[in-house]
């Protein structure tokens, strides 16, 4: 059986970066909840990142409302294992000229197993929120269903779309590659 990983940013680092969410040439923040729809995003110019707290730079990096951004290794190592799943959209991080990317991943699939899960809420009425009824609230130990995954290498839980999650041979691949600011967790 196929075995998938929750991507995480790593922030036990010592003395490791932390950026703000981007924003765009006139100071507005860019819209994060776009890069968790699963779908193709396009940005009428580059947007930047500032640094909150200066440290060492990482390759792979979460923004405070989870934006990803990652290093132009991680952009090549895509490339090169032949993943389409993802999209690479040019970021420029303040005082850092090295090429930096938002990675924003295509899919979003129903797959959480919530058998599995150690903890499982969805909104109800009571909640206030007609809107959200039925949706997920909380989801605590997440665990997905392979079977429903249909070979995917990095996608997002449809209803949990926090989460970033990624295949066994990516989190292999990722790890070779020697990236900074990883960390897996098995759902």
């Not at 949706?135 to 392979?146: C, E, K, N, T």
């Amino acid at each position: 059986m196929a075995r998938y990983f929750e991507l995480r940013s790593n922030m036990l680092i010592p003395g490791r970066w932390v950026l703000k969410s981007p924003f765009d040439a006139h100071g507005r923040e860019v819209d994060p909840w776009q890069f968790v729809e699963g779908r193709a995003v396009e940005l009428k110019e580059v947007p930047r990142l500032e640094v909150s707290l200066p440290g060492r730079p990482l390759d792979f990096s979460l923004t405070g409302l989870g934006v990803i951004v990652v290093h132009g290794r991680v952009a090549r190592l895509f490339e090169r294992e032949g993943i389409g799943e993802a999209q690479f959209l040019p970021a420029k991080v303040e005082v850092h000229p090295e090429p930096y990317f938002i990675l924003n991943p295509l899919r979003v699939i129903r797959c959480i197993d919530e058998a599995r899960c150690e903890e499982v809420q969805r909104f109800t009425p009571e909640d206030g929120q007609p809107e959200k009824v039925g949706q997920y609230r909380v989801v605590a130990g997440l665990r997905i269903d392979p079977t429903k995954v249909e070979g995917a290498r990095i996608f997002r839980p449809w209803g949990w779309t926090v989460a970033l999650i990624v295949s066994e041979n990516l989190k292999q691949a990722m790890e070779q590659e020697g990236l900074t600011g990883t960390r897996f967790i098995e759902v």
